[in-house]
């Protein structure tokens, strides 16, 4: 069984930042790739960022430049560093992570964590 814990989100005014934590619990071998997904009220689930164990980033366009995604293995969390946020970057930003077992891979999600950025 694993779980995936979401925290850091909240009220941010335009132009501020926020730090956003998953941390990940459980049966966990290895964690190949933790990302991190949003989805705004009356839109589709986005992929925000992305990082595997190789050390490969990807991100969405609106948000390169602004946001980083990092890792520590060690504690199998994943954070996204969130820089001059935009009205446009409210929110429910998910964790997203592929976790190995003894021999079997499956994905896993955290419940969310809400971003508001509103002055």
């Known amino acids: 069984q694993v779980q995936l814990v979401e925290s850091g989100g909240g009220l941010v005014q335009p132009g501020g930042s926020l730090r956003l934590s998953c941390a990940a619990s459980?049966?966990?071998?290895?964690?190949?790739?933790m990302g991190w997904y949003r989805q705004a009220p009356g839109k589709e689930r986005e992929l925000v960022a992305i990082?595997?164990?190789?050390?490969?980033?990807n991100y969405a366009d609106s948000v390169r430049g602004r946001f980083t995604i990092s890792r520590d293995n060690a504690q199998n969390t994943a954070y996204l560093q969130m820089n001059s946020l935009k009205p446009e970057d409210t929110a429910v930003y998910y964790c997203?992570?592929?976790?190995?077992?003894?021999?079997?891979?499956?994905?896993?999600w955290g419940k969310g964590t809400l971003v508001t950025v509103s002055s």
């Open positions: 997203n992570a592929e976790v190995w077992g003894v021999a079997v891979g499956n994905v896993y």
């Open positions: 459980g049966t966990i071998f290895a964690i190949t790739a």
């Open positions: 990082s595997t164990s190789g050390g490969r980033t």
